[in-house]
């Protein structure tokens, strides 16, 4: 399956391309996301977008996360199958990874 040698290797905050599904499920689309976990075949994530207005939070070092325009983290978690993942584009910076760690607290009141 196509991108699977690229999952096994996804970890803890590399941002991915994958088909993500919008929110009424009608349709998907290959988008940036974030990866926080992984459960044997599952990928669990957060997406990002470049729609600042939906977004929780900017990210600040985007161009460091391999992303191509300013985006942030949309306050939704997913899980995918890793055979989902198109490519592994880049990598969270510190600061980045701070404000997700902090922001998913809050979310999942941890």
């Known amino acids: 399956m196509p991108g699977t040698t690229f999952s096994m290797n996804c970890s803890r905050n590399d941002v991915v391309l994958l088909p993500i599904p919008f929110t009424d499920l009608t349709s998907r689309k290959v988008r940036p996301a974030v990866i ?11 997406p ?37 993942v198109v490519k592994i584009v880049g990598r969270l910076a510190a600061t980045d990874v701070q404000s997700l760690d902090e922001r998913l607290r809050t979310w999942l009141n941890l």
């Open 36 to 46: 926080l976990g992984r459960n044997g075949d599952d990928l669990f994530l957060v």
């Open 48 to 84: 990002l977008s470049s729609v600042l207005a939906n977004t929780d939070f900017p990210l600040q070092e985007w161009r460091a996360a391999g992303i191509n325009v300013p985006s942030g983290i949309k306050a939704q978690l997913a899980t995918v199958e890793a055979g989902l």
